[in-house]
């Protein structure tokens, strides 16, 4: 069992950097022992993968729009993924949830994800 959640969202001009935390929570087994990912909703779209991170750190994805811009991390030590979010667009406006799953490999599917988090809100400003 998981329990997630995010923090760090906000309001940002174009071109401005967040970082985001998602704190776990894990009974039963480690954190380490989770694919984690970012996701992100748009009004009246439907959630999407933003980056994912392999148990381990070492292997990591990314949705094309977002490459070179966002980086994963996590620290296993601290239960805590992060996803820090540099020159941010307005397309980038969303809320952002943090995902857990078994899978033994990093997946982009978001039907994979079965531990979400709340979401924090991020609102990029023109």
């Known amino acids: 069992q998981v329990q997630l959640v995010e923090s760090g969202g906000g309001l940002v001009q174009a071109g401005g950097s967040l970082r985001l935390s998602c704190a776990a929570s894990?009974?039963?087994?480690?954190?380490?022992?989770?694919?984690m990912g970012w996701f992100r909703q748009a009004p009246g779209k439907e959630r999407e993968a933003v980056a994912v991170?392999?148990?381990?750190?070492?292997?990591?994805d990314y949705k094309d729009s977002v490459k070179g811009r966002f980086t994963i991390s996590r620290d296993n030590a601290k239960n805590t993924l992060y996803l820090q979010m540099n020159s941010l667009k307005p397309e980038d406006t969303a809320v952002y949830y943090c995902?857990?799953?078994?899978?033994?490999?990093?997946?982009?599917?978001?039907?994979?994800?079965?531990?979400w988090g709340q979401g924090t809100q991020v609102t990029v400003s023109s």
């Open positions: 894990v009974s039963g087994r480690t954190f380490s022992t989770y694919t």
């Open positions: 995902g857990a799953t078994s899978t033994l490999l990093p997946t982009m599917s978001t039907l994979r994800y079965g531990y």
């Open positions: 991170i392999s148990r381990g750190g070492t292997n990591t």
